[in-house]
Every structure is written in structure tokens, then in C-alpha cells.
């Protein structure tokens, strides 16, 4: 399949040129939420990084924090309740938490952007699509209501939605979920952005579509070489787009891994459930194996390892110590580049 | 949209027939009648009476009378007073636009003071500004308008001096102000809290968060983004309210001794002059009905999923 497009051009390749370390570095973030119930810890020293041109699944059920992780970066948190105690967000090697409104407003759609979960309440319902997206040229570059609308027009077509010079006008509620999604793409993208967050981006769309929107995601970000960050609890999704992946639980990275890897060999009890659930189709018939329990109480995150009452393999320094994000070896100690288990017993996990 | 209007139109039509005859019908039960009012105190012949009621047609029965006064209508004649002779149409053209512009002084009070209210105090729910909001709208809306309206004459008519307790012929408009406060003092509690509430509501929708995440200003944010979507139920409200507030206007101009429209309804019950209250009466009812009619056209405007066919 070749889709000749006129509109794009190749894209200098970014982030390459001036620092050579990662574009976005996040280091033992921690945030709370300051309820009436309590203090809910929704992050609890995350460390993660994404480099231009790489994908970062971030992979965890639902409640583990991944949503207010990115919230964080994105500077969208609600504050309060959201309170940030502890932890750094380096953009470029900047720390974006020390950083003015103003500067992170600056960097908000332009250089890092978003797309959410549910497009058709994520897009104001009484403005148009094609003034939502031509809001980012006017407002950032400037441009006028006419060059915004040719803008928007070109974009809408980048994310081959038909008929775009027709449709520009209308609302978010006249399109399909598909359609809508892809909206929501274009509009992060609008300003060829360094980083997109995608936060669970087909968690709402049919079977079918989900794969379209997720290969359009992978072909743009492939196009624009740009890091992506993308948030999903299905496991199924990220194995075809991702670079690398980290496992969240409880507001914690509990396992990092190249993506082809952590398949084939997960290091983390919780990993290794999560991998087990995925219905497969050499295991037809039979009974889909379910972590046993439910996701931690944020109020009242357990003592040691926060896993522990639902793991297999817990012992008692599981319930008193906490396991620390440890780099993952060969049996024989050599390194294994880019893996990282918070878990005592993660030579048994991999190597046992 | 063209149908949907037409149709809205035609619907006017027993709405109309069915608020005059209503009031027309009330106006023939009340005892008394202009002629009796006419004679005043004095003892008259009753042979007289009947005549003069019989050359007026005030001796048909009501539905008679009714026809007659539609027939009339239709060709351009709201009737004439009996007691003092002038065209109802006079009446009318002279009262009502004090009462009209009264009503809009106090519409454009509300809207702008009570939009800004609510916004002032839905942009941050739940804190001290919020609810002293909350307070002072609850005072205005259990305070009955006369006794705010005597309140507002004592202190800044004999209190402080800054205006005349009564409203001059003329009715000018900064006489009309302290009227007009006390008028839409009301509404005003309504819609603060109406907007309050839909404000607080919308900050936390998930089009506010993308709105933040694109890097818009905050100016914009809150201008375009949260407004736009805040006014759908304030609009539809303050719609009615305008009609709502022509009614009002009738009590607070008794306070204040204004002459418009309800001045002329009060004379004209009080000498059972039925034509100039039906009259009346039915004007407003069209204007309600129009400003309603406005405000349903205004809120497909400004919310598309609306679609009127
Ligand atoms: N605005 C908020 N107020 C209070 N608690 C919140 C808020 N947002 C998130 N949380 C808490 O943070 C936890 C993690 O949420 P989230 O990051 O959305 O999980 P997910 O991994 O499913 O994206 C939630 O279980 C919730 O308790
Ligand atoms: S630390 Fe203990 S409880 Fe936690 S995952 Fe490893 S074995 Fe299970
Ligand atoms: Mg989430």
C-alpha cells in the first residue's frame, strides 16, 4: 500500500542535534491526592524516559497511575486536589516543574501534546473541529482565521479523514469514534510536536478501528520522529508499536524491558499475570488465567511490596521491604540493556 | 429552520386566543362594571345604566362580547375607554414602552451582573466567594420584591438622598435604575446561580483539560472554551425570565410610582375597563412568546447538537 502524500514533508530529524540525552526523563515523580478519605497516593516514584524517534508503552490496570503520571507532564494536573511532594520532569534537561506557567504553557502543544482517551468529550462540543484544530496556528503561530482553516484542512487530510475540506465545519458529534480519534491526532500533531502522549488512545473505539487508529498513530509518529509515550492497559496493542515498555502498579514502575523481551521473559510476577491474561489463539477453550484480587486501595497502599497480597510468589520480606526498580541480569550476571525488575525475587521470576 | 419557526408561529395562534379569553372571561366575572364605575358613587337610574351597557353591547353574553372584541382587534381597534374616552391604543402606546424599558434595564442588569457573579464565583466552587454567593442569592431569593423594593426607597431615596422616591412622568433613565435593581434583583439570584453551576460543571469536563493541554491562555480557556458551553442553560432561562420580568415590572412600579404598564392595568381593573387590561395583558403574552421563540433560535446557535426541523 502506498499513500502518496503531497502535503508531508520529510521531517528533519529532531532532538538529535542539540542534547544527546533523553527528550523527556521523568525521575521518582511522586504525587498525591489530598481527599476527604485521606491521601491517595496515585504516584509513587516513577522513573521513566523516552527518547526522539522512540515509543514508551506504559502499561498497567486500571488505577495504577499511568493517567496521572501523564498528567503531571503535561502540566494538567488538577491542583488541588493533585499535589506534586517530591520528583523531577526534565524536558530537554529542563526540569518542567521549576518552570513558570507561562513556560509551560509554552511548551504545552507545542512541543509535547496530548491525546486522550475519549475523543467525543475530550473535543468542545460547540465549537467546530476545524476551529479546534486551527486554534493551535492561531493562537501559537499567529496565523490568520483563513491560513488557520487551510492549515486545518491539510491536517485533517494527514489523518485521512475523507472529504476534510467538506467536513472542517462540522462538529465532533457528526463524526464517527474513528473519525473523531483521528481528529483528536491531528490535533496534537498540529504543531509537529517532539513528544505526543497517548493515553489509552483506542481504549474507546471498536475492535476494527483500533488497529487503524493505532498503525496511523505509529505511521506519524515514525513520519515526524517524534517520542511517543503511549499509555494502554491491553497488552495485545503495544507489541507491533512499542520500543520499550514499562509496568506500572500502584504508582510505581515495577518492570522495564525492550518490548520483544518482557514476552518472552517477564522478570516480575505482576508482568508475567498481565502476560498470562491475554487470550491467545493456541489456548482456545481453555479458562483464561485473572491475577487474583484487586488492584491496591491508593489510601492504604500495602506495606513492602505493594503486589504482595495478590502474588504467588510472596514471602515475608515481601510485607516489610520494598523492592527497589533493580537492573535484570543473565543468569550469569551479564547485562541486559534496558531491563529493570522491582521485585526480591526476580532471578526466579525470569531465570527459574 | 424556516418550518420550525413557522410552526413555533402558528402556535402562537391558541396561545393568543386562549390568554384573551381567558382574561376576558375574568374581567366579566369580577362584580361591577365600567358603567356602575362611571357613575362613581352617586345613585343613577338603573334604566339608564342598562341603556348606556346596551349602546356599548355590554349586555351580550360573554362569547358575543369576545367575538366582538377579536373582530374588532383585527381590524386595528383595541377598543376605547369608557370612562374617559381615549383609544385603548393610546393607553397602550404610552405605557408600555416605560414598562418596556424598565423590564430591559433590569434584563441587562441581571444578565451582566449575574453572568459575572456566577462566573466570579463558579470559577473557584466551594471557597469562601462561592458561598457568600450562595448566601446573598438565597437572601434575594426569599426577600419578597416589595419589601426590597421599600428597602431600596428608604435608604437611597430618604436615607441618602440620591434619588426621588417616585419615578417622574417622563421616566427617565437614570430614574429608572433603583426600579429597575429592585426588579431584577430576583432573576438576578437565579441566574448567578444557574451560571455558578453550570460553570463549576464545565471546568471539570474533559474538553476544558484538552482546551489546557493545547497551550491555550487562560483568557481563551475561560472565554471562549467555558463560556460557550456555560451559557447554553442561562440563555434558555433568561429567555423566559424576560417575560417573567415584564410581568414583575407591574408591582415594582406600583412601589415606585412609575407610569407604565402596570399603573394602567390597576386603573383600568379598578374602573373594570376590560379591553385595556386584555389588551395589555395579551401584548405581554406576545412578547413572551417571541423572546421565547428568540432565545430557542439562540440556543441552536450556540449549541449545534440542537437541530430544530
Ligand atoms: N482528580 C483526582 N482526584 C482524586 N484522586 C484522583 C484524581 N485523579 C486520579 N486520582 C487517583 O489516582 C489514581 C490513579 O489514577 P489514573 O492515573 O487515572 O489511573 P490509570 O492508570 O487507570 O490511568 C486513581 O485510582 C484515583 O484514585
Ligand atoms: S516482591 Fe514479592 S510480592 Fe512483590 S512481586 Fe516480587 S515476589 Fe511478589
Ligand atoms: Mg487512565
Known amino acids: ?266 522478570a516480575h510476577p505482576y508482568t508475567k499475570g498481565l502476560l498470562e491474561s491475554i487470550p491467545r489463539l493456541d489456548q482456545k477453550g481453555q479458562e483464561l488465567y485473572a491475577i487474583k484480587g484487586l488492584p491496591p486501595n491508593l489510601l492504604h497502599v500495602p506495606s513492602g511490596c505493594a503486589f504482595n497480597p495478590r502474588c504467588t510468589m510472596a514471602q515475608d520480606i515481601c510485607r516489610t521491604e520494598i523492592p527497589a526498580l533493580r537492573p535484570v541480569t543473565e543468569q550469569d550476571g551479564t547485562e541486559l540493556v534496558g531491563r529493570g525488575s522491582a521485585c526480591h525475587f526476580w532471578k526466579e521470576t525470569i531465570h527459574g | 429552520m424556516g418550518r420550525y419557526v413557522a410552526r413555533r408561529l402558528l402556535q402562537m395562534i391558541p396561545v393568543f386566543l386562549g390568554s384573551t379569553l381567558l382574561v376576558f372571561a375574568m374581567m366579566y366575572a369580577l362584580p361591577g362594571d365600567p358603567v356602575r364605575a362611571l357613575a362613581g358613587e352617586q345613585a343613577v337610574d338603573p334604566t339608564q345604566i342598562a341603556e348606556m351597557k346596551k349602546e356599548l353591547g355590554l349586555d351580550l353574553p360573554l362569547w358575543h362580547q369576545y367575538w366582538n372584541y377579536l373582530v374588532n382587534l383585527f381590524q386595528g381597534d383595541f377598543g376605547t375607554q369608557i370612562a374617559s374616552g381615549r383609544p385603548v391604543a393610546d393607553i397602550i402606546s404610552e405605557a408600555f414602552p416605560i414598562t418596556v424599558r424598565l423590564a430591559l434595564f433590569a434584563f441587562i442588569f441581571t444578565v451582566v451582573v449575574g453572568i459575572s457573579m456566577g462566573v466570579f464565583a463558579g470559577l473557584k466552587a466551594d471557597t469562601l466567594r462561592d458561598r457568600g454567593l450562595l448566601v446573598l442569592t438565597l437572601l434575594l431569593i426569599s426577600v419578597p420584591s416589595f419589601v426590597l423594593g421599600f428597602l431600596g426607597q428608604y435608604f437611597f431615596a430618604f436615607q441618602l438622598g440620591w434619588v426621588d422616591p417616585n419615578v417622574s412622568m417622563e421616566a427617565n433613565a437614570d430614574e429608572l435604575i433603583l426600579p429597575a435593581v429592585v426588579l431584577g434583583s430576583l432573576s438576578l439570584a437565579y441566574v448567578a446561580r444557574l451560571t455558578r453551576t453550570s460553570v463549576a460543571e464545565n471546568l471539570r469536563s474533559d474538553y476544558m483539560r484538552t482546551a489546557v493541554a493545547k497551550g491555550l491562555p487562560r483568557r481563551r480557556i475561560i472565554g471562549v472554551h467555558l463560556m460557550r458551553n456555560s451559557m447554553i442553560p442561562v440563555v434558555t432561562f433568561l429567555g423566559t425570565d424576560l417575560g417573567a420580568l415584564l410581568g414583575g415590572a407591574v408591582v415594582t412600579e406600583g412601589i415606585f410610582n412609575v407610569k407604565g404598564v402596570g399603573s394602567a392595568v390597576f386603573d383600568a381593573l379598578r374602573h373594570r375597563e376590560g379591553a385595556t387590561v386584555v389588551g395589555i395583558v395579551t401584548l405581554i403574552v406576545i412578547v413572551y412568546l417571541v423572546a421565547s421563540l428568540v432565545v430557542d433560535l439562540l440556543y441552536a446557535v450556540l449549541d449545534p447538537r440542537i437541530r430544530y426541523a
Not at chain 1, 500500500?1 to 514533508?9: E, H, L, N, W
Not at chain 1, 463524526?175 to 491526532?185: E, K, L
Not at chain 1, 478501528?209 to 495485545?236: K, P, Y
Open chain 1, 1 to 266: 500500500m502506498t499513500i502518496i502524500d503531497k502535503t508531508a514533508d520529510v521531517p528533519a530529524p529532531r532532538g538529535s542535534n542539540d542534547e544527546s540525552g533523553p527528550l523527556l526523563e521523568v525521575r521518582d515523580l511522586h504525587v498525591e491526592f489530598h481527599t476527604r478519605d485521606g491521601v491517595a497516593k496515585a504516584v509513587n516514584g516513577v522513573n521513566y524516559s523516552v527518547s526522539a524517534g522512540e515509543t514508551l508503552a506504559v502499561l498497567g490496570e486500571s488505577g495504577s497511575g499511568k493517567s496521572v503520571t501523564a498528567q503531571a507532564i503535561m502540566g494538567i494536573l488538577d491542583m488541588p486536589p493533585g499535589h506534586i511532594p517530591k520528583g523531577e520532569i526534565l524536558f530537554r534537561g529542563q526540569d518542567m516543574l521549576k518552570m513558570s506557567n507561562e513556560e509551560r504553557r509554552q511548551i504545552r502543544g507545542q512541543k509535547i501534546a496530548m491525546i486522550f482517551q475519549d475523543a467525543l468529550s475530550s473535543l468542545n462540543p460547540v465549537l467546530s473541529v476545524g476551529y479546534q484544530l486551527g486554534e493551535m496556528f492561531r493562537v501559537h503561530q499567529g496565523l490568520s482565521k483563513k491560513e488557520a482553516k487551510a492549515k486545518s484542512i491539510a491536517l485533517m487530510d494527514r489523518v485521512r479523514i475523507p472529504a476534510a475540506k467538506e467536513r472542517v465545519n462540522d462538529y465532533p458529534h457528526q463524526f464517527s469514534g474513528g473519525m473523531r480519534q483521528r481528529i483528536m491526532i491531528a490535533m496534537a500533531l498540529a504543531l509537529e510536536p517532539d513528544l505526543i502522549i497517548a493515553d489509552e488512545p483506542t481504549t474507546a473505539l471498536d475492535v476494527t478501528v483500533q488497529a487503524q487508529v493505532m498503525d496511523l498513530l505509529a505511521e506519524l509518529q515514525r513520519d515526524f520522529n517524534m517520542g511517543l509515550i503511549l499509555i494502554t492497559h491491553d497488552l495485545g496493542v503495544v507489541a507491533d508499536v512499542a520500543d520499550k515498555i514499562a509496568v506500572m502498579y500502584a504508582g510505581r514502575i515495577v518492570e522495564t524491558a525492550p518490548v520483544h523481551e518482557i514476552y518472552k521473559r517477564p
